[in-house]
T-cell receptor, first 111, second 114 residues
Framework: GNSVTQMEGPVTLSEEAFLTINCTYT??????LFWYVQYPGEGLQLLLK?????DKGSNKGFEATYRKETTSFHLEKGSVQVSDSAVYFC??????????FGKGTMLLVSP | NAGVTQTPKFQVLKTGQSMTLQCAQD?????MSWYRQDPGMGLRLIHY???????DQGEVPNGYNVSRSTTEDFPLRLLSAAPSQTSVYFC?????????????FGSGTQLSVL
């Protein structure tokens, strides 16, 4: 079956630091990959997505590249802000299946 | 646009009580779903629907019922609440179940069962 594994948090960074959150996946087909973000007290919202191998999704300074050879979709940002503090979820979707989420990684950014 | 609306935001129940969590969307989405979020467990799918009159079980369906009589509404019923159902519940919808579709989430219902 499909599964998503994310690095455990919390990830604690100072403002303007470089961010990487690792995500690897297992899928039987050719899935689409997503990063969702959950700000405190809110529901999840889509941050970015990639639908095929070597695609790069990007939004709000975040980016992730769909790497089929390493089955990975790591999230990166060059310079984080306090307002980026949230929980980040990696997810995959395949034909005929429902969306599968990782367990989430909390990011804490201090001034 | 309201998007996905969930009510109530907070609820406290006693063991054995029943209640319905409401979810409505105004985007004419065919696909709707319910998740629960627990610490260290991420999001787990309870039930989902690909259209009016069609529902199916997700990963953790026991203790929950759903129905989909209209495109807009997808209520989640707890028949006899148990402390293990203490969680945050999210309703989500998308245009279809296609693999490239973006899910839109409600703001959640925090449920405590005593």
């Amino acid at each position: 079956g499909n599964s998503v594994t994310q690095m455990e948090g919390p990830v604690t960074l100072s403002e303007e630091a470089f961010l990487t959150i690792n995500c690897t996946y297992t899928a039987t087909g050719y899935p689409s990959l997503f990063w969702y973000v959950q700000y405190p007290g809110e529901g999840l919202q889509l941050l970015l997505k990639a639908t095929k191998a070597d695609d790069k999704g990007s939004n709000k300074g975040f980016e992730a590249t769909y790497r089929k050879e390493t089955t990975s979709f790591h999230l990166e940002k060059g310079s984080v802000q306090v307002s980026d503090s949230a929980v980040y979820f990696c997810a995959l979707s395949d034909l005929g299946s429902t969306l599968t989420f990782g367990k989430g990684t909390m990011l804490l950014v201090s001034p | 646009n309201a998007g996905v609306t969930q009510t109530p935001k907070f609820q406290v129940l006693k063991t054995g009580q029943s209640m319905t969590l409401q979810c409505a969307q105004d985007m004419n989405h065919e696909y709707m779903s319910w998740y629960r979020q627990d610490p260290g467990m991420g999001l787990r799918l309870i039930h989902y629907s690909v259209g009016a009159g069609i529902t199916d079980q997700g990963e953790v369906p026991n203790g929950y019922n759903v129905s989909r009589s209209t495109t807009e509404d997808f209520p989640l019923r707890l028949l006899s609440a148990a402390p293990s159902q203490t969680s945050v519940y999210f309703c989500a919808s998308s245009y279809s179940q296609g693999k490239n579709e973006k899910l839109f989430f409600g703001s959640g219902t925090q449920l405590s069962v005593l």
